[in-house]
């Protein structure tokens, strides 16, 4: 039962409840550093190290922090993990930190990790706010990879810099724009409630031949 | 939950020393990380700066910084902070090839930085690298993804300046084609390095005494390929 549970924490945030095309949170970061697939990678990774560290400390000292200050006390530990994030990618990819520029410190401001943070980590034990975490940014990663490579593919005809299509491929320059940003969420949006609507309408059909049968 | 009534309304002594402790302990994180990756960073950019300091200066190997200081140029291992730094380059022989220069200022959308190689005796400029731009991705970014564009300053002439004209009517030596679609990016990278020159030309001193070569041969010299 409690293996289930903490399964049901992790899987939500990956599908039914993905934190971008269900939630529509962290649009910020999203639109900003999806114009190649690496980018969106490292943001992506960025954040799960983020959200993961600080629904892991959030939740082990949620009966410490007072409620009056609860708000400054995530901020403060959200703040300290993306500091040790920025840091690590300048040591470690000076490049993709140059590309990322402002929107690596600007996590702090990312309303998704905010958001779990008050909604779930602080009310749940450890374990469960870390499983969530762990499905929020899995969820997020996917979904800022899949913009990014969209967006890569069509604009510059590459995937994580390697070629695809050859010399005589046109790039379609406006989808590493920012109006390829919202072309790109618009379709994977529409595609995204489109899938659930029609899941919905499935169930029902289900349920309503049960019910007659029975 | 995670409020029971007896600590419904804790002092303010309580808040206070909650955000301080929380204050602490993310302090004392920040300064380790910041202490643990600093020789590395520090790193990354001396190499950078070296891999670009090679690329605009054809020949050259070993690089020393020089500053100006009272009229004229001298060698300093480490410049102050603030202070406008060129580069000299010398090949294998320590013979002076040119200076490398940094210059910034503004383009399209963000300020430009970007280091020019300039040979003193040919008045030419023969290398120049962007160190950063926020250009137009697909656009402006030509400025150095297009290598033709690039390559136009592998031996520009100085004087009387550098012209940016339409692509496909350069006709002096002192001019450089444009990029279609990206104009003002192009002419931003040129007006940039006329400045820088005008700015350092008369700092330089004259061709032939140029500063040597302190410490030849540098033991750390695994770009020189």
Redesign the interface.
């Known amino acids: 039962m409690k293996e289930n549970l903490s399964r049901e924490e992790f899987l939500k945030g990956i599908w039914r409840d993905n934190p971008v095309f269900a939630q529509v949170l962290g649009m910020c970061p999203m639109l900003a550093v999806t114009?190649s697939a690496i980018n969106a990678v490292a943001m992506g990774m960025a954040t799960f190290f983020v959200l993961v560290g600080s629904s892991f400390l959030v939740s082990t000292f949620?009966?410490?922090?007072?409620?009056?200050?609860r708000i400054?006390?995530f901020i403060?530990?959200i703040?300290?993990f993306v500091?040790?994030a920025d840091?690590?990618l300048?040591?470690?990819v000076?490049k993709v930190h140059?590309e990322l520029?402002a929107f690596i410190p600007l996590i702090v401001a990312n309303c998704l990790i905010l958001g779990r943070q008050e909604a779930f980590a602080?009310?749940y034990p450890t374990k469960l706010a870390v499983m969530d975490a762990l499905g929020m940014a899995s969820g997020f990663l996917l979904a800022l990879f899949s913009l990014g490579a969209v967006r890569e593919i069509l604009?510059?005809g590459a995937l994580f810099g390697f070629n695809l299509f050859g010399a005589n491929f046109e790039?379609w320059?406006i989808m590493?724009?920012p109006p390829g940003g919202f072309l790109t969420l618009g379709v994977i949006l529409l595609f995204f409630n489109w899938f659930k609507t029609k899941k919905d309408e499935f169930l029902e059909d289900v349920a309503a031949a049960q019910r007659s049968e029975g | 939950m995670n409020a029971p009534a007896a600590t419904a309304n804790p002092s303010s002594l309580r808040l206070v020393l909650t955000l301080a402790i929380a204050g602490l302990l993310s302090g004392i994180a920040i300064i380790g990380i910041y202490e643990t990756t600093l020789p590395t960073i520090t790193a990354n950019k001396a190499r950078e700066l070296r891999e670009a300091v090679l690329k605009v200066l054809p020949g050259v190997t070993q690089m020393q910084a020089l500053v100006h200081r009272d009229g004229e140029l001298v060698v300093v291992a480490e410049p102050a902070k603030d202070e406008p730094v060129i580069y000299g380059g010398h090949d294998a022989q320590g013979e002076f090839v040119g200076y490398a220069v940094p210059a910034a200022g503004p383009g399209f959308q963000d300020t430009i930085a970007l280091l020019y190689g300039y040979r003193p005796g040919d008045r030419e400029v023969v290398g120049m690298e962007i160190l950063e731009s926020r250009e137009t991705p697909g656009l402006g970014d030509k400025i150095y993804k297009d290598a033709d564009f690039v390559a136009e300053f592998s031996a520009l002439r100085v004087d009387p300046e550098i012209v940016a004209v339409k692509k496909g009517t350069k006709t002096g030596p002192n001019q450089v084609d444009a990029i279609t679609g990206a104009t003002i990016s192009a002419k931003a990278v040129v007006r940039i390095i006329n400045e820088a020159h005008t700015e350092w030309s008369e700092r330089l001193p004259a061709p032939g005494s140029e500063p040597m070569l302190e410490a030849p041969d540098s033991p750390v010299d695994e770009g020189a390929q």
């Open positions: 114009n949620r009966h410490l922090i007072p409620k009056q200050v400054s006390c403060i530990i703040a300290t500091t040790i840091y690590t300048l040591a470690l000076p140059k520029g602080s009310r604009g510059d790039p320059v590493i724009l």
